[in-house]
Nanobody, 124 residues
Framework: EVQLVESGGGLVQVGGSLRLSCVAS????????IAWFRQAPGKEREGISC????????FYVDSVKGRFTISSDKAKNTAYLQMNSLKPEDTAVYYCAAEDFAGQSFEEGDYENWGQGTQVTVSS
């Protein structure tokens, strides 16, 4: 069974940092692209970062570029999202997703496997 289990969300002050983790099981992690999405209150789910495990190349949307860093540890079957310089507008439920393609995608429909989501709240 394909599973993605997230952790690391919480409450942080403006300018603070959090690191989200996504532990994968039930599939060949090294063959997949991993992505992070988020959904703020009243908004649609938004893809913010992805990484291809085939070459480790990361991609980011402009709203998080320079502040967030995606990474993947194949030995641990775990993906991470390091979030720095957090802003109130970063408040959202954050999800990891995985699919068996190599490359870049921020399209929700391109991902079949999803984590449960973890809440990130940035206080002002």
């Amino acid at each position: 069974e394909v599973q993605l289990v997230e952790s690391g969300g919480g409450l942080v002050q403006v300018g603070g940092s959090l690191r989200l983790s996504c532990v994968a099981s039930g599939f060949s992690f090294a063959d997949y692209t991993i992505a992070w999405f988020r959904q703020a209150p009243g908004k649609e789910r938004e893809g913010i970062s992805c990484i291809s495990n085939s070459d480790g190349t990361p991609f980011y949307v402009d709203s998080v570029k320079g502040r967030f860093t995606i990474s993947s540890d194949k030995a641990k079957n775990t993906a991470y999202l390091q979030m720095n310089s957090l802003k109130p507008e970063d408040t959202a439920v954050y999800y990891c997703a995985a699919e068996d393609f190599a490359g870049q995608s921020f399209e929700e429909g391109d991902y079949e496997n999803w984590g449960q989501g973890t809440q990130v709240t940035v206080s002002s």
